[in-house]
């Protein structure tokens, strides 16, 4: 893409041109253009670890498995005999002009699958330019994604996703810091106010958040290293071993370095930061006054991202949020829950355009995306597509694996006898049992 107000026409035939091009050189894509082979590609070349953490989902899998059934049951119905030669990908969300309604999604710890994932991921996304929306449980601090991107591009596209913290000093130094980094919004992950049951994980005894990993946002936030103070502090009376001198060390290296802190996890220091960041990271208590509280504290567009039901996506409205991103988190959280595509049939119509909406969990191809605008979203965020990219081939990985993406998505779109992605609606689609 040339740049980031300006979709090249014909995007899809150019990405084919490419590959083909390099094909006659004997040389193949570094990611494979069809998921189910990226995907096994990617188990391959990950650690049991990883795998069980990026591809696992709740419980039985049955809301994974729901997401792609809720696509299935929506069938593209083609037209033909129209001028498609010309063709314009390009979306508006909160004052920006994107190259394609796609966003690369939040994906905590993803140092499992490359390390500094998050800056890889950013690169990525600034290439294409299109958003990339930073993991508040990110491997590294948004500060350092934030400038990969600037360099790659400068003012690239970024959003913040927010975890509430049940400390709200902290929940305001990490907007303070969103806004500074250059955030166009901040995205308030709503539906892990605690882990879901995650077998996968389970089975081995891992979470990476236990080991140090995935916590950069928070050993880098003068907020959190000053709880982690408190709190070792507090323990000097009971653990002389611990100095003054230790805790000024561990307010150093948890803003300078942060990858420091965690190599040595029997050392009081670091156990103090991964406990208090398993014990502050999240609110069971978050309630909508909270949210309605939030115009208050940031003056970024709000978007609340887990929202399922029709009656959340009013009181949304209702309490002034700027957008919503209609999810099940990948079908990690709740098992059998509704597929998000589902969801978002039963949600565009009752936000008529009042508000943004956009929707993640389980799309995998362009024709997904097309699925979901005709549908009503906005846009569509990419979660483990382009976390099994990075792990084969690092920020071009994610990058090829998003830009085959919008490249089908243009060909979906021409192929269908549309030339806008904001004029898909759902008379593209036909719905099937």
């Avoid at 998921?35 to 795998?51: D, F, G, I, N, Y």
């Avoid at 069938?75 to 920006?96: K, N, Y």
């Avoid at 209609?326 to 589902?342: C, E, F, L």
Wanted: with cysteine.
């Amino acid at each position: 893409m040339t740049d980031e107000t300006t979709a090249p026409t014909g995007v899809g035939r150019a990405r084919q041109n490419e590959i083909y091009t390099e094909g006659i050189h004997g040389r193949r894509p570094r990611v494979p253009t069809d998921h189910a082979e990226l995907e096994r590609r990617a188990q391959r070349v990950m650690s049991k670890r990883a795998w069980a953490y990026i591809a696992g989902g709740a419980g039985e899998g049955a809301t994974m498995t729901g997401n792609r059934a809720a696509l299935d049951r929506w069938a593209i119905v083609p037209r033909v005999l129209r001028d498609v030669s010309s063709r314009s990908l390009q979306t508006e969300l909160f004052g920006r002009t994107l190259p394609a309604p796609v966003l690369f999604s939040p994906v905590g710890a993803g140092a499992l699958a490359a390390r500094e994932a998050d800056v890889h991921i950013g690169h990525a996304a600034a290439e294409l330019g299109v958003p990339y929306i930073f993991s508040n449980q990110g491997s590294a601090p948004m500060e350092r994604v934030a400038a990969e991107m600037d360099r790659v591009r400068p003012g690239a596209p970024r959003w913040f996703q927010l975890y509430w913290s049940t400390d709200d000093d902290l929940v305001d130094s990490l907007l303070a810091r969103a806004e500074k980094m250059g955030a166009d919004a901040v995205a308030v992950t709503l539906d892990t106010t605690m882990l879901g049951w995650r077998p996968q994980d389970l089975n081995i005894g891992s979470l990476p958040f236990a080991r140090g990993e995935g916590i950069d946002q928070y050993t880098s936030d003068p907020r959190f290293t000053e709880i982690v103070a408190d709190r070792v502090r507090a323990a000097v009376g009971e653990r002389p071993e611990i100095s003054l001198g230790a805790i000024k060390t561990l307010l150093s290296i948890a803003r300078n370095s942060p990858g420091r802190l965690l190599k040595n996890l029997t050392a009081p220091e670091p156990r103090t930061a991964v406990q208090t960041f398993l014990d502050i990271y999240s609110r069971p208590s978050l309630n909508w006054d909270d949210i309605a509280g939030l115009r208050d504290r940031t003056s970024l567009p709000i978007v609340l991202k887990g929202v399922l039901h029709p009656d959340d996506a009013r009181r949304a409205i209702d309490v002034g949020v700027d957008g919503i991103i209609v999810s099940n988190h990948g079908g990690r959280q709740v098992d059998g829950a509704i597929g998000s595509i589902d969801a978002l049939a039963a949600i565009a119509p009752v936000v008529d355009g009042r508000m943004r909406v956009l929707v993640d969990s389980g799309i995998h191809t362009g024709a997904d995306v097309f699925k979901a605008l005709a549908l009503g979203a906005d846009a569509a965020c990419i979660g483990r597509p382009h976390m099994y990219g990075l792990a084969l081939a690092g920020a071009d990985g994610a990058r090829d694996v998003v830009a085959n993406i919008i490249a089908e998505l243009d060909l979906t779109l021409g192929l269908s006898g549309h030339t806008s992605v904001a004029d898909i609606t759902r008379e593209a689609l036909q719905q099937i049992s």
